[in-house]
Every structure is written in C-alpha cells, then in structure tokens.
T-cell receptor, first 113, second 114 residues
Framework: DQQVKQNSPSLSVQEGRISILNCDYTNSMFDYFLWYKKYPAEGPTFLISISSIKDKNEDGRFTVFLNKSAKHLSLHIVPSQPGDSAVYFCAASRKNTGNQFYFGTGTSLTVIP | EAQVTQNPRYLITVTGKKLTVTCSQNMNHEYMSWYRQDPGLGLRQIYYSMNVEVTDKGDVPEGYKVSRKEKRNFPLILESPSPNQTSLYFC?????????????FGSGTRLTVV
C-alpha cells in the first residue's frame, strides 16, 4: 500500500511562472519529508527537506510546505526555469525504521520556454 | 568528487543466472541502501545497511541478497534472477543520523531478465 502518493503524473508550466507539485501521505508517524529531483539516466538528487515540526522550509527558488492535518506537502518552484524540467519525487521517513524512506511515484515537470 | 558508483549501468541476463550489481561510495557514509524503481510504483527499498556487517530487509527483499563487508561497498546479489526482477535499480548512501540531508544516489542500473 502506497504510504506516499503523488497523484499528478505530469505538470507543464510556462517559464517564469510558479510550479506547484503535490504529495499526500497516510502515516502520521512520518517526521521528515524530502523532495528529490531526477533527470533521465541519472539517479535522484536531493532538493529540499522539511521536519514535521515545521510547516515551511525555503531554499532559494524552492519552498516546501507541510500541512500535517491534511497529511499533505507541496513543493513550490518560483520562478520556474527550463532546467527545472525533471521528475520530482517526494519521500517520507519515520524514526526507528532503519532510515527507510517511502517514495511517491513521481511527477514529471516540464517547463516551457 | 563525492559520489556513489554503480556497475554495470545496463545488464541483460537470462533467468536463473546469478549476477551481482556493485555499489561503492567515497563519502565514508555508514548508511547504504538499495532501491528499485518500477512504473507506477515509485522507488521501493530492497535492503539497507546501517554499518559494516549490519544489514536488514526493506519492503521488497525477496529474491535479493546483500553483504556489507567494507564500509564503502554494498553489492546487490541476485542468486537466481527472474523476469519480475527486471527493473531500474539505485544504490544510495547517507549519514544515518541526518535523514534531513537526504541520500546520495548512484546513476542506476537497468536490469533486464529474459
């Protein structure tokens, strides 16, 4: 059973606009949430994380929002650039599970120049 | 350069022929892990290792073995591969006490079992 879900397989956005990628989870015991970015023929690369004690974390153009009551997190990219075109995975982890991360199925973002 | 190196990148094999996918990291990370990525299923953990000689099962360990004799290496062994193990495999490493830093992933191994 998928504990982390990304319901939008793909998203297209114009360059310069905001990209919003969404992720839902089912396990209220998750205490860290991460976003990874993946280009074709490469492994995922870490982008940004957020602890469950926070509701927002920002790093440059990337901001992650966490809504614990809705079990929902989102990644905002502002402004979007063509180089942001990639597959984005959200992942969640909880304590005492061997550092295991549960991944969503990914959202393919295309930023149109 | 800090990296996780997997070999081979591509592998086609036949059912039942034992194979090993190697993984090596140069960051002195205690934690290493193997994932497989399948369409519609995301990345699923196969096995992980918290340190040398310490390994444990992830979500989908059936048909796989691992070993951790040295800190830098974490090979994935398929003793008798079957077609349902056709997948894209990733090795990852990271510091176990800092989950918020994420993991460093290798570039992947695309395995086809015919």
């Amino acid at each position: 059973d998928q504990q982390v879900k990304q319901n939008s397989p793909s998203l297209s956005v114009q360059e310069g606009r905001i990209s919003i990628l969404n992720c839902d989870y089912t396990n209220s015991m998750f205490d860290y949430f991460l976003w990874y970015k993946k280009y074709p023929a490469e492994g995922p690369t870490f982008l940004i994380s957020i602890s469950s004690i926070k509701d927002k974390n920002e790093d440059g153009r990337f901001t992650v929002f966490l809504n614990k009551s809705a079990k929902h997190l989102s990644l905002h990219i502002v402004p979007s650039q063509p180089g942001d075109s990639a597959v984005y995975f959200c992942a969640a982890s909880r304590k005492n599970t061997g550092n295991q991360f549960y991944f969503g199925t990914g959202t393919s973002l295309t930023v149109i120049p | 350069e800090a990296q996780v190196t997997q070999n081979p990148r591509y592998l086609i094999t036949v059912t039942g022929k034992k194979l090993t996918v190697t993984c090596s990291q140069n960051m002195n990370h205690e934690y290493m892990s193997w994932y497989r990525q399948d369409p519609g299923l995301g990345l699923r953990q196969i096995y992980y290792s918290m340190n040398v000689e310490v390994t444990d099962k992830g979500d989908v360990p059936e048909g796989y073995k691992v070993s951790r004799k040295e800190k830098r290496n974490f090979p994935l062994i398929l003793e008798s591969p079957s077609p349902n193990q056709t997948s894209l495999y990733f090795c990852a490493s990271g510091p176990p006490a800092r989950r918020e830093w994420g993991y460093t992933f290798g570039s992947g191994t695309r395995l086809t079992v015919v």
